[in-house]
């Protein structure tokens, strides 16, 4: 009998977790692969990243590299030197990598060098903003891997315009998707319990109802690393705040810029805007569901409201996600827009979509038969 084929997958950050998880079930139940989890430790967080495992029921990793936080290139080094013995000590027969962080381009780099197949899950995304540290992440991994699964019919025309051969191009669907579905049960559960928050007392909330509030995560340079401009976005947020509770868990990367700009007194100011540390993955799931928007500048968000069908906000010039807005409910907006776009939401005129092609919750199901077919 063969021996299995080795498959390496890499997850580095909390963005990957959600699409690590439901790859990691469906390889398991697979005859033909042998997965090994490596976490690169890229996200700084220990006990989010703990917590993010344990919710989602990601085996624990076979191999953390623990290379913590640094700049880029630093923590792209880091990676690449220790991912290399991973590579040469375990001989995979091939690297998956998801998503766009450093450990995604530093982790295809390495493999690809040493001659491994290479597998970009989440490849072709394209927000053409090379400002954005992860559109190099995205451009560098695609233009070195071997295999292509992309999440909507736009990234296989660009992954073809780019070059790539369309035989190694495979739309899958979204694994977040898959991880949304498979943990919504959990995610209904643990709604009545969210009284008490990390801290965060949401019982003013039953002044509304329970779902008559936002939700607001913030943390990209281009919105928190200003001072006039983090303050211009507290006050609108702060405005609207008052004529509706909105849920603030903060990054850890904009509670330093608040501090550092001493914005913090401005943003206690506002009783309604009610801020919360960083939550686990099923916390925030539950107040997403059941929240009247999101204000956010996150790439990976954009998808999982979209499927929720809840009107989402987003503060940045440009989507790597254009499908979330030709399909879903994800409206690109300007700092100055917040007011009067939360006012048309809260007047139930809020952009709604429906889910795309393949975003079924099956997703995984559909890459391991297509690893199968293919190795």
């Given at each position: 009998?063969?021996?299995?084929?080795?498959?390496?997958?890499?997850?580095?950050a909390?963005?990957?977790?959600?699409?690590?998880?439901?790859l990691?079930f469906?390889?398991?139940?697979?005859?033909k692969f042998?997965?090994v989890?490596?976490?690169?430790?890229?996200?700084?967080?220990e006990?989010?990243?703990?917590?993010?495992?344990?919710q989602l029921?990601?085996?624990?990793p076979?191999i953390?590299?623990?290379?913590?936080?640094?700049?880029?290139a630093?923590?792209t080094?880091?990676?690449m030197?220790?991912?290399?013995?991973?590579?040469?000590?375990e001989?995979?027969?091939?690297?998956?990598?998801v998503?766009d962080v450093?450990s995604?381009?530093?982790?295809?780099?390495?493999?690809?060098?040493?001659?491994i197949k290479?597998?970009h899950?989440?490849a072709?995304?394209?927000s053409?903003?090379?400002?954005?540290p992860?559109?190099i992440?995205?451009?560098?991994t695609?233009?070195?891997?071997?295999?292509?699964?992309?999440?909507?019919?736009?990234?296989?025309?660009?992954?073809v315009?780019e070059?790539?051969?369309?035989?190694n191009?495979?739309?899958?669907?979204?694994?977040m998707?898959?991880?949304?579905?498979?943990?919504?049960?959990?995610?209904?559960?643990?709604a009545?319990?969210?009284k008490?928050?990390?801290?965060?007392?949401?019982?003013?909330?039953?002044?509304f109802?329970?779902?008559?509030?936002?939700?607001?995560?913030?943390?990209?340079?281009?919105?928190?690393d200003?001072?006039?401009?983090?303050?211009?976005?507290?006050k609108?947020?702060?405005n609207?705040?008052q004529?509706?509770?909105i849920?603030?868990?903060?990054?850890p990367?904009?509670?330093k810029?608040?501090?550092?700009f001493?914005?913090?007194?401005?943003?206690?100011?506002y009783?309604?805007l009610?801020?919360?540390?960083?939550?686990g993955?099923?916390?925030?799931?539950?107040l997403?569901?059941?929240?009247?928007?999101?204000?956010?500048?996150?790439?990976?968000?954009?998808a999982?409201?979209?499927?929720l069908?809840?009107p989402c906000?987003?503060l940045r010039?440009?989507?790597?996600?254009?499908?979330?807005?030709?399909?879903?409910s994800?409206?690109?907006?300007?700092?100055e827009?917040?007011?009067?776009?939360i006012k048309?939401?809260?007047?139930?005129?809020?952009?709604?979509?429906?889910?795309?092609?393949?975003?079924?919750?099956?997703?995984?199901?559909?890459?391991v038969?297509?690893?199968?077919?293919?190795?």
């Open positions: 009998m063969n021996s299995k084929i080795k498959l390496i997958l890499v997850a580095g909390r963005p990957n977790f959600m699409k690590i998880a439901p990691m469906e390889l398991k139940k697979s005859d042998k997965p989890l490596v976490h690169t430790g890229q996200h700084y967080d006990k989010m990243s703990d917590l993010f495992f344990k029921g990601i085996p624990e076979d953390n590299l623990g290379v913590g936080s640094a700049s880029h630093v923590q080094a880091r990676i030197k220790k991912f290399e013995k991973v590579c040469i000590d001989e995979p027969d091939a690297v998956l990598v998503g450093n995604t381009a530093a982790c295809v780099l390495v493999a690809a060098k040493l001659n290479t597998i899950y989440e072709g995304l394209r053409y903003d090379r400002r954005m992860e559109e992440n995205r451009i560098v695609d233009s070195i891997s071997d295999y292509f699964f992309t999440t909507s019919p736009s990234a296989d025309e660009i992954l315009n070059g790539k051969k369309k035989r191009i495979f739309m899958c669907g979204d694994l998707i898959d991880s949304l579905v498979a943990n919504l049960k959990k995610v209904k559960k643990i009545p319990k969210l008490l928050l990390n801290g965060l007392q949401l019982n003013p909330l039953s002044e109802g329970i779902s008559n509030y936002g939700l607001m995560t913030i943390h990209r340079p281009s919105n928190v200003n001072i006039n401009h983090l303050a211009e976005l507290i609108y947020v702060g609207v705040s004529k509706i509770p849920i603030f868990p903060i990054h990367r904009t509670l810029n608040i501090n550092r001493e914005l913090r007194g401005k943003l206690d100011s009783k309604g009610m801020v919360s540390d960083p939550l993955y099923l916390e925030f799931m539950s997403l569901k059941n929240s009247k928007f999101l204000l956010s500048d996150s790439g990976g968000i954009q999982e409201t979209t499927w069908n809840i906000l987003t010039e440009n989507t790597e996600r254009p499908l979330t807005i030709t399909k879903g994800n409206k690109l907006i300007k700092i827009n917040i007011e009067d776009e048309l939401i809260l007047e139930g005129k809020g952009k709604k979509g429906k889910a795309p092609e393949f975003w079924d919750g099956k997703s995984a199901e559909r890459i038969k297509f690893l199968e077919s293919v190795f």
